[in-house]
């Protein structure tokens, strides 16, 4: 710590002689007024350039003052250049550069010629809350894509976290979703960078435009109630775009899949600076066990109104129904079984039925106004209301006697009514100190968070020998049961959770390859909780976070390395003697170090790092059940991520990730693995896109997914066998039209989640795009 606050001490007093910078802004569009994607831009004569984005804007920063030929390009395009003059110190904003094609013309170009299209874009406005690229970024994080999900026919947000990344999901008995990352369960808790919700309830990708990991604790920025030690799992819904595009599709596929989905924009008036876009998903799907069903329906409108070329207004709405059947959870099954293979009931077999179910309502509201206060400052405020209802949710379980005898359980949840409310004012600012040049962020936010539960109880419904006849457990013997049987427990209640946060970050650099970042996040965090004792309680948070970046090769290679920490808040917990034990946030706290790459014009993306997460005040119980808060606990490891363009519609992504989690003190499980960490994961996939007569449009697709040996108990006594997934697909596009065909697990491997949750067997999907 003492040397890297010597080192950031010694940026702010080094004098040299002041480089005079500029930048170029502006945006491509295609001759019928579209924005143009991937187009590249740059400065002739010089290594300056930029690639447009999805919006058709670029951006090319550190350019001397001068006269230049800015040159736009799109291979199998006609060049386009335009003479640019720029003065020292100056954000030239240029006209818009209207391509001669126009977009019917440029899509054929993309899809019967030379593919341009990358699978990873890393630039991002939610990563760092600033405009900061991931090559003067000291932290590590994963970007999935669009372009991905379409390519491997993706139809869920679980299949959705096998594309790409060195991370596992994990399917809650509750019904929400999370993965594994850096040996920690991290859930889908952001959405647009505000916190959201997916503890009972799994998002539809139908409205998700990238998914976004932020890897290690990231408490700085986003607080305690959204990041969890291994790092941020963000949802970045699709946006109103300028002119009118479309798409109607059609999925089907093994058990029963059926899905339809639409996607449609238009702009409200000529000038287009009233945007509208809407999203919606059917979903109909059977289980591949005896029993079990997935239904759901989502709508997702979004809007946007330029009001001038300062403020901008943004809108979304997201609304899903579902009625799902959950996941039947073991209890206790390391008191027969090594491992999940070990449990007798058939792979495609279950104990209950069809009925047995869940009834969950969502809505999602976002709502963005960006003020644009000059050239270097602007001022963002967000704000959004999530609500997760659970109208009742039946849960299954079993606790098996012997080999044979099982007894049958269920819990009936709700209902229950989650509400996130979140304020957040955020202030982007770039100025200089004699050479020192700033990127500032200030920012303050408001979350609260009620939760009420008017039920929950479960009770023991039987017992069956599975070798004898015996029939699939129906909702009408459970709600007979639960009139007139014995309740386990039940639990009514309202909690109410308020976190105040105010945050600071500032990006310093000398130069244009070396930058510090220093962050600071104090929050106050409150909680009531009517069914608790005490009924309410409060507690303080501070988390530094701190980074250095340096670029050897300028915008192409940089060696980076940080500090980042995050906290969680636990509730007073009452000691066998009658005391109240309060627990201090507990901390934890990461260091890293690696190597970023982004050369060959983005062309080769990579990622290298170490890491280690220290947990110096974890909980700990002794024998007599009495609560110490000195556990320690370390997570530390290496991975590796590659996106590259090896040839003209030749695509490779690949990820590692070794991760090792242990109990370092503690008092039962010292020198265990932390449960849910499996030690190895990796990630690949390969795809190429035909760009010669007679094959154009045609594309290929392979890759797998391996996850080591999961521990799902924190004594290490049972465990979820290691295994490895593959999978392929095959696609036709044209501008009108697609047609892709995935078949997953083509080795039909018999494979469990980290909750021992059983997976598809070998399965495929088909689908057809229209497109207008």
């Known amino acids: ?330 209890q206790n099954p390391g008191l027969l079984f090594k491992h999940v293979k070990e449990i007798p009931l058939g792979y495609d077999q279950t104990l209950f039925g069809n009925d047995i179910d869940a009834q969950t309502f969502s809505s999602k509201y976002f709502a963005e106004a960006r003020y644009k206060i000059s050239d270097n400052w602007t001022a963002v405020t967000n704000a959004s209301f999530v609500s997760e209802n659970v109208l009742s949710s039946y849960q299954s379980y079993t606790r098996w006697l012997n080999n044979n005898e099982v007894v049958r359980s269920v819990g009936l949840w709700g209902p229950i009514y989650n509400n996130y409310t979140t304020v957040q004012q955020n202030f982007n600012g770039s100025f200089k100190t004699g050479v020192l040049k700033h990127k500032i962020l200030m920012g303050l936010d408001y979350s609260n968070y009620i939760t009420t539960r008017e039920g929950w109880s479960t009770t023991v419904i039987d017992t069956v020998n599975i070798l004898k006849d015996y029939k699939l457990l129906k909702k009408a013997k459970v709600d007979a049961a639960f009139v007139n049987g014995s309740k386990d427990y039940s639990w009514k209640g309202k909690t109410n959770n308020s976190s105040y946060g105010a945050y ?112 110096d005040n974890a909980i700990r119980t002794d024998g007599e059940r009495f609560t110490f808060q000195d556990g320690k606990q370390n997570s530390k490891g290496i991975e590796l991520e590659v996106a590259a363009q090896l040839l003209e519609g030749l695509n490779l992504l690949g990820a590692y990730g070794y991760n090792e989690n242990k109990y370092i003190r503690a008092t039962s499980n010292e020198g265990k693995i932390a449960a849910n960490a499996p030690n190895n994961l990796v990630n690949y996939w390969i795809s190429y896109q035909f760009n010669r007569t007679g094959l154009k449009g045609l594309g290929i697709g392979a890759g797998g997914n391996y996850v080591d040996k999961i521990f799902a108990t924190a004594d290490n006594t049972f465990y979820v066998p290691a295994y490895h997934v593959l999978n392929a697909t095959l696609f036709y596009e044209t501008t009108q039209w697609r047609l892709g065909i995935k078949l997953n697990n083509l080795s039909n491997e018999k494979y469990w989640d980290s909750y021992g949750y059983a997976q598809k067997p070998r399965n495929v999907v088909c689908n057809l795009t229209f497109k207008f």
């Not at 080192?7 to 295609?30: H, M, P, Y």
């Open 1 to 330: 710590m003492k040397g890297i606050f010597t080192l950031v001490a010694c940026l702010f007093v080094i004098t040299a002689a002041a480089q005079n910078t500029s930048i170029i802004r502006g945006v491509v569009k295609t001759a019928d007024g579209i924005p143009a994607g991937f187009v590249s831009v740059g400065l002739k004569g010089t290594s300056k350039g930029a690639v447009t984005n999805n919006y058709g804007q670029f951006e090319i920063k550190k350019v001397a003052p001068g006269k230049y030929v800015l040159k736009a390009s799109f291979t199998g395009l006609q060049t386009q250049e335009t003479m640019v003059t720029i003065a020292a110190n100056e954000i030239l904003t240029l006209p818009d550069i209207v391509l001669k094609e126009n977009e019917t013309q440029l899509k054929e170009v993309m899809i019967n010629g030379v593919n341009n299209k990358r699978l990873v874009n890393k630039e991002s406005g939610y990563i760092a809350r600033m405009p900061l690229k991931n090559l003067e970024n000291p932290q590590v994080y994963t970007v999935i894509g669009k372009e991905i999900i379409k390519q491997q026919v993706i139809t869920n947000i679980a299949d959705a976290f096998n594309a790409g990344s060195s991370a596992a999901p994990a399917s809650y008995p509750s019904g929400g979703i999370a993965i594994v990352s850096r040996g920690f369960l991290t859930e889908i808790n952001a959405r647009n960078g505000l916190p959201t919700t997916s503890g009972r309830s799994q998002p539809d990708i139908v409205n998700v435009e990238r998914i976004e990991i932020l890897k290690g604790p990231s408490g700085t920025l986003f607080g305690g109630s959204v990041s969890s030690f291994g790092g941020v799992v963000n949802l970045v819904t699709k946006k109103p775009v300028e002119g009118f595009l479309g798409e109607v599709s059609y999925n089907v596929g093994s058990f029963g899949l059926n899905r339809v989905t639409a996607d449609i924009n238009t702009p409200f008036n000529k000038e287009e600076t009233a945007l509208f876009r809407i999203n919606a998903s059917l979903h109909r799907e059977n289980s591949f066990r005896n029993a079990g069903h997935n239904n759901s329906f989502v709508i997702a409108p979004s809007f946007s109104y330029k009001v001038n070329d300062r403020l901008t207004f943004f809108a979304d709405i997201e609304i899903q129904r579902a009625d799902q059947t959950r996941m039947t959870y073991t």
């Open 504 to 615: 600071v970050s500032d990006v310093v650099s000398l130069g244009d390859r070396l930058y510090a970042m220093l962050s600071l996040r104090f929050d106050r965090f409150e909680q009531s909780d009517k069914a608790a004792a005490p009924s309410s309680y409060n507690q303080n948070s501070l988390t530094p976070k701190l980074g250095l970046v340096y670029q050897p090769v300028k915008e192409q290679v940089s060696l980076f390395a940080n500090y980042m920490s995050g906290f969680q808040n636990i509730a007073p917990i009452e000691q066998p003697d009658g005391r109240l034990f309060v627990v201090s946030p507990i901390y934890a706290k990461q260091w890293e170090a690696g190597i970023k790459t982004d050369a060959f014009q983005h062309k080769l993306i990579t990622t290298l790092s170490y890491y280690s997460i220290a947990i």
